[in-house]
């Protein structure tokens, strides 16, 4: 605000304003704050805010909005990508549930039909409490002819106490273990709740890992690497050309690059385990190759290698396992030069870290004990 501007706001005349007869015209100012109770810390406070009164936030709202909606659509698209992967787990455990309903639905029918027996049970019970009331009204001498036949009543009254008795205890168990079914139901879908959200989880770490991985070696050929989900781990496959010379075990300079580019995502993902598997094809190695014996050696060798490799480039050691499969696990069968060559490979193989996950599946399995 300009000091030519002061004067308006104390009271100056605005532009084609005239004053009232009588009155000094009257500038913004003098509007908001009457001249009796002007003080000069009022005064800088309106010189200050008056800046303010002509800010526009229309632009700023438009660009939140904006935002937002990108937000949505991104939460909902990665929402559908979600439920999408869960699908089948979701299946299974809904199936086991219905299972569980169908129990108890069995165990309340088998209740009820206790309650019936037990209610039969009762009623004849009083009939023969009747009968034997009757009996006692009868003369002594029906009484004495009678005692045959009342001593079978008495019989078969107590066995009838003893029916009821076992019943009645039939049902209080009954019902005890279906008070105990309907607390286990209610726990299992509470788990069931927590391993969908989970297993959920878990999908989206190795989506995402996949993602990161495959962005980083970008740059390399399909034919010597390749990237993808496999029993849900990420598999990174690198080819023997990419990585060494034949029958060497050290990396070349172009497998290194590709390892370093590896090794900046694992450290940004530290809840990745890394297992480096070296493998070969069925041809035996040249006799005489220095501290080989055969291609377990050879295969062995080589994913301790990238292992060392990996870790040097910043990767926690405890969290990599080198392993040397040799011959035994081919992709190919051993019958051409093009599948020999794609069983001379490198598998890195990352898995997410599943605590989470092991610690609700501990928790199912302490319950059901």
């Given at each position: 605000m300009s000091v030519s501007g002061i004067p308006w706001l104390l009271g100056a005349t605005l532009p084609g304003q005239r004053g009232r007869a009588g009155r000094p015209p009257m500038g913004l100012f003098s509007v908001l704050f009457p001249v009796r109770i002007l003080s000069p810390a009022l005064l800088g406070l309106a010189l200050l805010a008056a800046p303010s009164l002509t800010g526009c936030v229309t632009a700023r709202?438009?660009?939140d909005l904006s935002a937002r909606q990108k937000a949505d659509a991104d939460g909902k698209a990665a929402a559908e990508r979600q439920l999408q992967?869960?699908?089948?787990?979701?299946?299974?455990?809904s199936d086991e549930l219905a299972q569980l309903r169908l129990t108890q639905k069995r165990l309340v029918t088998d209740s009820t039909e206790t309650g019936n027996a037990y209610r039969k049970t009762r009623s004849l019970y009083n009939?023969?409490?009747?009968?034997?009331?009757?009996?006692?009204?009868?003369?002594?001498?029906?009484?004495?002819?009678?005692?045959?036949?009342?001593?079978?009543?008495?019989?078969?009254?107590?066995r009838r106490e003893a029916?009821?008795?076992?019943?009645?205890?039939?049902l209080q168990k009954s019902k005890a273990a279906n008070d105990r079914l309907a607390a286990d139901l209610q726990t299992?879908?509470?788990?069931?709740?927590?391993?969908?959200?989970?297993?959920?989880?878990?999908?989206k770490a190795v989506d995402d890992l996949k993602a990161r991985v495959s962005k980083a070696l970008l740059s390399f050929n399909s034919s010597d690497l390749q990237v993808k989900l496999k029993d849900g781990k990420v598999y990174v496959s690198l080819s023997e050309q990419l990585l060494f010379k034949s029958g060497s075990t050290k990396?070349?300079?172009?497998?290194?690059?590709?390892?370093?580019?590896l090794a900046t995502?694992?450290?940004?993902?530290?809840?990745?385990?890394?297992?480096?598997?070296?493998?070969?094809?069925?041809?035996?190695?040249?006799?005489?190759?220095?501290?080989?014996?055969?291609?377990?050696?050879?295969?062995?060798?080589?994913?301790?290698e990238i292992a060392r490799l990996l870790t040097t480039a910043g990767v926690s050691p405890e969290r990599v396992t080198a392993s040397g499969r040799g011959q035994y696990v081919p992709v190919?069968?051993?019958?051409?030069?093009?599948?020999?060559?794609?069983?001379?490979?490198?598998?890195?193989?990352?898995?997410?870290?599943?605590?989470?996950l092991f610690k609700i599946l501990d928790g199912n399995s302490a319950a059901g004990k």
């Open positions: 709202k438009y660009d992967a869960t699908t089948g787990q979701l299946q299974k455990a009939d023969l409490n009747t009968s034997y009331d009757k009996l006692l009204k009868n003369s002594d001498r029906e009484l004495a002819n009678k005692s045959s036949d009342y001593n079978k009543v008495a019989k078969d009254l107590a029916e009821l008795g076992e019943l009645e205890t039939t299992r879908e509470v788990r069931l709740t927590e391993l969908t959200k989970a297993l959920a989880d878990k999908d990396v070349d300079p172009k497998g290194q690059e590709a390892l370093k580019k995502v694992l450290q940004e993902q530290k809840d990745v385990n890394v297992v480096v598997e070296g493998h070969t094809d069925n041809v035996p190695i040249l006799r005489g190759t220095a501290g080989l014996t055969d291609n377990w050696d050879l295969s062995a060798l080589r994913a301790t190919a069968p051993n019958d051409s030069p093009q599948n020999k060559a794609m069983n001379r490979r490198t598998e890195i193989i990352l898995t997410p870290k599943l605590n989470e």
